[in-house]
């Protein structure tokens, strides 16, 4: 599934049930849809019935066949574990029981386990609350869902019979569905190099617009509420599962469902960031207690073709493209619209990967030594790129862009991107020297957040049958390794790694610094998995630093349970030390 230019959803043969969403939807929510795909579902409430699953940035929802209303599943704070289950369903037969994809998502809950029912049954049994008077567009429909209880087999789409609707209401406008629409703080984090020579702009000034408020939130829709009603809220939280049933051997299902869930634990952690918060409200801080309205799709569109041409001028100076820069960096953290909108043309991208070439490796000073502004600008291009891979997996022009020409401009991105990370200077004490040390530590920072979100698309392409699979973890890792500085990256990668994991730091990680551990702990997860060189190159150097240095236990004193990603990096680090530990 993917959008098209108006910033509609484009259905694999769905248009139903994308106009459905579009209907009944607000604006920022429909547009935040990720994906939407049909599959059994099943749970505690939830009995082997097939639905459509709808994925947001936040939350997984489901629709009933066809579509009626939409309630929410699960929210990604409270995801513990997203995985796939090598088994065959025993509802299910022939082709289908053998394509067929069992994603297992673990969750917290408060609410008292129900065993033995069926959400679906208990649904007629409840009195509909009164609904709202249906539009001119929408007509009366049952909120009935087909089941698979007494079909062993599941029928392709359209052909499952339809169950007697014991009641019917109206569809449910927006006001009926409790979908909110939640702040989405930027996903680079906040600058703490020393003050730059560029001047700095403060912030967006053409998508000084942008809506940044947040929705009140609002009464849930019919399901949710029949599902709360013999259902009571607080208590001891516990684990529940949640079980779909894709059934498609080309189903994206399972990689939508981790890249969200990937992008929300980082933004969510960020956002615990006091300085984070302050960037990402910057442009609603002019009118303090107003929700300012959204940019529409061409409003954007034409900004950022306006910035793209101010960029791509010629005869333009360092300090003017930093600062068209940070407008770019802003803007794209705000709006995800803009970012879909940098991968349909080449050439804004082609031409940061190209400044980052000759910033970072064609115009060192005689020396061979950065210069600030170099450092600072690379680190700039870094995070600007960074950003626009964020939830964007989902538009095909990205794929388009990166594996054309055999992956020319993913291949110039990586190769780019790495560096040197020991700075050679002739005396490190000095104030200078200082200075340009912090300032590659943050370009080292910035890369390392770039190379993790090229790593995602890997790890998306690596699990496709398509002819663009070849952007797989294993490519991108053999695009890097003859790099003459690969060693020295990834090495430094990894040493921070293993300072945060041992008792020389003692204090709690800050939410930036948990996500670079995140970040570099796939890094360096990647390394081990996929790459013969680099995986003997770090067990031989690290070894005795992961088997006496690195603690578990250290892990778990600095990362504060309150942040969404500490427990998925504490895996992390558990697959590491087995993996470094393995004779």
Not at 342 to 364: A, I, K, P
Not at 380 to 393: D, H, N, S, Y
Not at 404 to 414: E, H, I, P, Q, Y
Request: aromatic fraction near 6%; include cysteine; proline fraction near 6%.
């Amino acid at each position: 599934m993917a959008r098209t230019g108006s910033g509609a959803l484009l259905s694999r043969g769905n248009i139903k049930l994308d106009s459905f969403l579009k209907r009944n939807t607000e604006r920022a929510v429909y547009q935040r849809i990720r994906a939407y795909e049909p599959c059994v579902v099943v749970s505690e409430t939830v009995r082997k019935v097939y639905m459509h699953v709808v994925l947001s940035d936040e939350r997984v929802y489901l629709a009933e066949y066809p579509p009626r209303t939409l309630t929410e599943a699960l929210s990604f704070m409270r995801v513990r574990d997203i995985e796939l289950v090598n088994d065959m369903p025993d509802f299910l037969h022939g082709k289908n029981r053998e394509l067929c994809q069992h994603i297992r998502i673990t969750y917290v809950t408060d609410k008292p386990a129900v065993r033995g029912r069926d959400w679906l049954r208990r649904d007629r049994r409840v009195g509909l609350p009164p609904a709202a008077p249906p539009s001119r567009r929408t007509s009366h429909c049952p909120t009935i869902t087909h089941t698979l209880e007494g079909y062993p087999a599941l029928r392709s789409l359209g052909e499952l019979p339809t169950l007697p609707a014991a009641r019917s209401a109206s569809c449910p406008d927006p006001e009926t569905l409790g979908l909110i629409r939640v702040p989405h703080p930027p996903t680079q984090p906040p600058s703490t190099a020393p003050s730059p020579t560029f001047p700095l702009s403060p912030s967006s000034l053409r998508f000084n617009l942008l809506d940044t408020g947040q929705v009140p939130r609002r009464i849930g829709s019919v399901l949710s509420r029949l599902l709360k009603k013999d259902s009571s809220s607080g208590g001891e939280e516990r684990e529940a599962e949640l079980h779909l049933y894709a059934v498609s051997h080309t189903s994206r299902l399972y990689l939508h469902l981790q890249s969200s869930w990937n992008s929300f634990i980082i933004r969510s952690t960020l956002s615990l960031d006091p300085l984070y918060r302050r960037r990402c409200s910057a442009s609603s801080d002019s009118c303090p207690g107003k929700r300012l309205p959204a940019i529409s799709w061409e409003r954007t569109a034409h900004l950022f073709g306006q910035l793209s041409c101010e960029l791509l001028q010629e005869g333009i100076s360092v300090e003017s493209l930093y600062l068209l820069l940070q407008e770019l960096r802003t803007a794209a953290h705000r709006d995800i619209t803009l970012r879909r909108l940098f991968w349909r043309s080449s050439e804004l991208c082609d031409f940061l990967v190209q400044t980052l070439e000759e910033s970072l490796h064609g115009c060192q000073s005689l020396s061979g030594v950065y210069t600030a502004d170099q450092l600072l600008l690379s680190t700039l291009i870094a995070q600007t790129l960074a950003v626009m891979f964020r939830e964007t997996e989902v538009e095909p022009a990205r794929l388009n862009l990166l594996s054309a020409k055999k992956g020319a401009l993913a291949s110039r991105m990586l190769l780019a991107l790495i560096c040197d990370a020991e700075l050679q200077t002739q005396n490190q004490r000095s104030p200078v020297d200082c200075e340009l040390q912090a300032l590659l530590a943050e370009y080292l920072d910035a890369s390392c957040s770039l190379l993790f979100e090229l790593l995602l698309l890997g790890h998306e392409a690596s699990r496709c049958s398509s002819a663009d699979s070849f952007l797989s973890v294993g490519w991108i890792l053999g695009v890097l390794q003859p790099h003459p500085h690969t060693l020295s990256f990834v090495g430094y990668q990894v040493q921070q790694v293993v300072l945060v994991l041992s008792d020389l730091q003692e204090s709690f990680l800050s939410p930036l610094q948990s996500v670079l551990l995140f970040q570099r702990c796939r890094l360096l997860l990647a390394c081990l998995q996929y790459n013969t060189q680099l995986a003997q190159h770090l067990r031989s150097h690290f070894r005795e630093e992961f088997r006496y240095v690195v603690k578990l236990s250290c892990a778990e004193e600095k990362l504060p349970p309150r942040y969404p990603i500490s427990q998925p990096t504490l895996r992390l680090v558990e697959q590491i030390l087995t993996l470094y530990l393995r004779r």
